[in-house]
């Protein structure tokens, strides 16, 4: 059973701060990671997508991934409540692009 | 505009009754799925098709056929064995057959619910 795990939050922010949000999974034998951003009643949106260990920067968005530790992560800086939203972390093997259920960040004024 | 449309954005279903989820896109793209989203949860694969005439099963495809005719387009019925059928749906698609490092990117949903 490939799972994907994230706290369901919800993460205060306050506005300018830094928010970090953080994705486990199961499938060893994952090949790419995504982050997607949901508004609510809307349709995910990608944001990131991340294939290497590293860091990957777009912006105030910084993805990190580890695979080893098969753990994946999206920093967002200088937070703007603009960004309050839910944020699906996804991996893909093959074809099967697994959602975890998603963290609700609120950035507060 | 190149995107994903789905329709209708609303869509209400009475007992017994099949209805069918339209999903069109115009991006070229090999790769097309289907997901429901139910409230506070994450995405579930219901089908996917990564060539015209064939598609796959996904984790949750009980109660739900879909077909391929055309590579613009593949529509979701839900049947009436789908005993709840109250969900948001959201139809996504991927470049091409290569599958493995292409994200999917999504239409605006259908919600549907019982009369």
Redesign the interface.
Known sequence: QKE?EQN?GPLSVPEGAIASLNCTYSDRGS??F?WYRQYSG?????IM?I?SNGDKEDGRFTAQLNKASQYVSLLIRDSQPSDSATY?CAV??????T????TKLSVIP | DGGITQSPKYLFRKEGQNVTLSCEQNLNHD?M?WYRQDP??????IY?S?IVNDFQKGDIAEGYSVSREKKESFPLTVTSAQKNPTAFY?CASSPGTG???????????TRLSIL
């Open positions: 994907v369901s090949q790419s995504f809307k349709s995910p949106e990608l997508s294939y699906l893909i093997r093959g074809y099967q692009l959602f975890g259920k998603g | 790769a799925y506070g949860q994450g995405l579930r694969l996917y990564q959201l599958g493995t490092d292409q994200p999917q990117h999504f239409g605006d949903g």
